[in-house]
């Protein structure tokens, strides 16, 4: 696999393999642990909310950090995505994932579980340093790590504006009611003049 960071022009060729979807991007959640994927289970069972995980397994030819049921766990609970630094196993219930997945290679020989590990810090993937929060792309070519997301349209509408534009929805449903650019509704006076000239009429009658 290759993992470079645009910005700092560094990136890093070794061999690996890869399963699952050719193309996946997001947000990165990060693991570190060795040969004993007690934690890579437990995240993948959490909602991944289209994030990948990234798992520093100290680069270990001996165990297989992932195999079929924490895939389709992963796939289950919405992750995007795995990098393993390390090892993985069923390669052929991965290839049928939909999600990504890279690993360094595959290795039959599952791990042992003591729990250990941790989770949410910044690791290093064969010399690229990754964390929490970084975007992650990978295709066919590879994969890139940038500080900010790289696609168009990733910025997600903050509070306050959620909230104007709800207001807004609410008072296009309203009859007799505007919004103005604040997003504050006003009642219309289109009612209260056709009242009041009618009100006059009467009283000249």
């Not at 397994?57 to 895939?71: I, K, M, V």
């Not at 590990?117 to 910044?122: A, N, Q, S, V, Y």
């Not at 009642?187 to 009467?202: C, D, E, I, L, P």
């Amino acid at each position: 696999m290759i993992l470079a960071t645009p910005k700092k022009r560094r990136q890093r060729r070794v061999s690996g393999s890869a399963a699952g979807l050719a193309h996946f991007a997001g947000p990165v959640s990060t693991l570190q642990c060795f040969e004993d994927n007690s934690l890579v289970k437990a995240a993948l069972d959490e909602p991944g909310a289209g994030r990948v995980l990234v798992v520093d397994g100290g680069a270990s030819l001996r165990r297989a950090l992932l195999g079929g049921n924490l895939a389709a766990a992963a796939q289950r609970n919405g992750w995007a995505g795995v990098v393993i630094n390390g090892c993985v196993r069923d390669v052929a219930e991965l290839r049928a994932a939909a999600i990504g997945i890279r690993a360094l290679a595959a290795m039959p020989l599952p791990t042992k579980k003591r729990q250990l590990g941790l989770r949410e810090l910044p690791v290093q993937i064969q010399g690229v340093p990754v964390r929490p929060g970084d975007w992650l792309y990978a295709d066919a070519d590879g994969m890139v790590l940038s500080a900010l997301p790289l696609h168009a349209g990733s910025a997600s509408p903050g509070p306050d504006q959620h909230q104007r534009d709800q207001q807004q929805q609410r008072g296009k449903r309203r009859p007799g009611a505007r919004a103005d650019r604040s997003g504050v509704r006003h009642r219309s006076t289109v009612g209260q003049q056709g009242r009041q000239q009618r009100q006059g009429a009467g009283g000249a009658e």
